[in-house]
């Protein structure tokens, strides 16, 4: 499993950008998917997540209503739309992958066996 994210950069609050996160396995559709970002100087946390059975998401109480994941399984990629962002969203947004089959862990780091490099997202205020 490898994970390529992109789709960062700088943008005003208000804005919007959306996060991709292309997968080059072939297990895409039987995992778990999930965005994390780390600030500076604070650790990572949970931003979002989509389940491999049914497709259920999971969100942070801090983007709820803002942000909305989605997968498209046939071309293995993962998505973050994020609008009405602020300031406070800046931070490396971190996609991660869990291992096939799993239904649990959707929240947290130890849920995730791989994770990309990570694309910076900056809000300017």
């Known amino acids: 499993v490898q994970l390529q994210a992109s789709g960062g950069g700088l943008v005003q609050a208000g804005g919007s950008l959306r996060l991709s996160c292309v997968d080059s396995?072939?297990?895409?559709?039987?995992?778990?998917m999930g965005w994390f970002r780390q600030a500076p100087g604070k650790e990572r946390e949970f931003v979002a997540a989509?389940?491999?059975?049914?497709?259920?998401?999971y969100y942070a109480d801090s983007v709820k209503g803002r942000f909305t994941i989605s997968r498209d399984n046939a071309e293995n990629t993962v998505y973050l739309q994020m609008n009405s962002l602020k300031p406070e969203d800046t931070a490396v947004y971190y996609c991660a992958a869990a291992r096939p089959y799993r239904l649990t862990g959707t929240g947290i780091d130890s849920g995730y066996d791989y994770w990309g490099q990570g694309t910076l997202v900056t809000v300017s205020s």
């Open positions: 396995g072939s297990t895409f559709g039987i995992r778990n």
């Open positions: 989509v389940s491999w059975k049914g497709s259920s998401t």
